[in-house]
């Protein structure tokens, strides 16, 4: 069974700090880019990062950029996002998304077929 699982979402104060992980199951991650993306309630899903297949290329919305660092373990078929200086317009569900081919716009979630079922990112005083 093909499966995507997110951990690691919870209450943080405003400025704190968190690490989600996108750990795989059923399938050889290594292969795939991954991508993070969140959904606010009333607001449309969007791409926060991505990362390569092989870990060597990055990709940050700006509004995560120099706060937000995303890295994989192969070996642990699992893919994290460290998310630092959290703001509360950062409060989301969050989600990992898997794709063989990723495209020219890595922040389009139809190009990416195998989805976890999110974790809840609440940033708040």
């Known amino acids: 069974q093909v499966e995507l699982v997110e951990s690691g979402g919870g209450l943080v104060q405003p400025g704190g700090s968190l690490r989600l992980s996108c750990a795989a199951s059923?399938?050889?991650?290594?292969?795939?880019?991954v991508g993070w993306f969140r959904q606010a309630p009333g607001k449309e899903r969007e791409g926060v990062s991505c990362?390569?297949?092989?870990?060597?290329?990055?990709y940050y919305a700006d509004s995560v950029k120099g706060r937000f660092t995303i890295s994989r373990d192969n070996a642990k078929n699992t893919v994290y996002l460290q998310m630092n200086s959290l703001k509360p317009e950062d409060t989301a569900v969050y989600y990992c998304?898997?794709?063989?081919?990723?495209?020219?716009?890595?922040?389009?979630?139809?190009?990416?077929?195998?989805w976890g079922q999110g974790t809840q990112v609440t940033v708040s005083s």
């Open positions: 059923g399938f050889t991650l290594s292969y795939y880019a």
């Open positions: 998304a898997a794709t063989l081919l990723l495209g020219a716009t890595w922040t389009d979630p139809t190009g990416f077929a195998s």
């Open positions: 990362i390569s297949s092989s870990g060597g290329t990055t």
